[in-house]
């Protein structure tokens, strides 16, 4: 099978060091997909309009207003800079949001005890069309956006959408997942970023968690990811944005 | 050769009355592109936003800032709107800028007694791209942004665009252009909505302007139709965006 490259990247970086990650991005051999984020351009641009973010468990309360702003952030600002500085280096990149062609629908989460708004969660992934469009030679840039369907815009978690794209090209493509983040990968150390493990499997995570070595929002992440390779995806890499290799690799 | 349907629609439209539009866009028959503006929401949000909207001949001035404006109305929130409702009534939608796939590239204007800022005149248009997708049944719906290749999006004329597409696909299909105004067409008297003129021809629209039956920024509008005709397409349809049909035909 051939292999592709599924990458996302947080609004920090694309925010801060765009430039210097699309030349990054623009490197790695192969076929590949970009998800970004833009929460921190989103909450600047809402309070520029006046509009309060309201953020429950790091999930971004989202009304009408507020989907507004992500789809101009996420959908036209983030996402098309980006394309444009791909395209510059070579690329032959294309933004999506889970509307266009289809590739992404969700379903609008239901009010439980937190009313999100205008909030998806995944529920199908056009991966035929994406695969399609990556052995054509183009370079999908996917924005956190999905739709129900009915004509609504959602807005949807960056990281959920990474792992659902990875998992529908998992039958067509040998995927690597790799999440950016600041850190070099999951450190057995907190303190020490020399102290990545190099590699988690399923029951080395068990291990990990009974000696208290990943604990808190490391857990979750951790859980995502053997998630996408028990869904057929070879192996999810947790690195820092300026490597872009390394890091902790995530098997089964 | 197959036919195909290339509309331009205007901002006042796509913004008072989407949903109705959207409706007899979906109902027109066989291939199609959308091509949109979205003026009045990027001048509202401008001044949301403190930023001054400064028009030259009835073009944006458009500095580094109200280069995000339009980025994010007409590339977000205009495009993916557009894209989701066509999605909902069952159109293969796709929303592209001119940096998506390299769709349009274009130069920035060079400064005369103007500097109209990131401003873009089309330069090229990757019409076989556009015609592989129509082919495979996407409808494209096209945001008035182009990018020069080099990393910059350019904000650029949403007529000139659909005209520059209309050209392109010339190539490949029976094309016709379709401009939606708000009058039925180009009339005889200005007065008379029943007045419409339903034919000019290259030597009818000189007669016309002898007769100054047709004036002032009417001109370069027929102008702009017969350029398109004498590069491949085969009719300009100047209409009302309520009908669709009827209305004015531009032909050779």
């Known amino acids: 099978m051939e292999k592709i490259n599924v990458i996302k990247v947080g609004g920090k970086i694309v925010e801060d060091t765009l430039s210097s990650f699309l030349d990054r991005f623009a490197a790695v051999e192969g076929l590949k997909v970009l998800v970004h984020g833009g929460g921190r351009t989103a ?4 309070s520029r309009l006046g509009i309060e973010t309201r ?9 009408k207003e507020m989907l507004d702003v992500v789809t101009m952030v996420y959908g036209g600002l983030v996402n098309k800079n980006i394309v444009a500085g791909l395209q510059a280096r070579g690329l032959d990149a294309a933004g999506f949001t889970g509307a266009d062609l289809n590739l992404i629908r969700s379903d609008r989460r239901p009010v439980g005890e937190v009313d999100y708004g205008y909030v998806g969660d ?20 996917v924005a956190p956006l999905t739709h129900d369907g009915r ?4 807005n949807t978690n ?15 493509y040998d995927v690597t997942l790799t999440f950016c983040f600041e850190m070099p990968g999951v450190l057995r150390d907190p303190e020490d970023p020399s102290s990545v493990i190099p ?3 399923a029951s080395g995570f068990e291990e990990l968690k009974a000696e208290a070595v990943v604990s808190g929002g490391m857990i979750p992440k951790i859980e995502n ?7 057929g995806v070879s192996r999810v890499v947790i690195t820092s944005a300026d490597a872009l290799e390394g890091g902790t690799t995530v098997r089964l």
Chains 1, 2 share one sequence.
Do not use: N, Q
């Open 151 to 154: 004509g609504s815009l959602l």
């Open 225 to 231: 990811a053997l998630d996408a390779v028990r869904a």
């Open 55 to 63: 953020m429950v468990g790091g999930r971004r309360i989202t009304d």
């Open 158 to 172: 960056a990281d959920t959408m990474a792992a659902a794209v990875a998992k529908g090209l998992a039958s067509y």
């Open 43 to 46: 909450t600047s641009l809402a």
């Open 122 to 141: 995944v529920k199908a992934v056009r991966a035929e069309m994406l695969a399609s469009l990556t052995g054509m030679g183009v370079v999908p840039v």
């Open 199 to 201: 590699e988690i499997t």
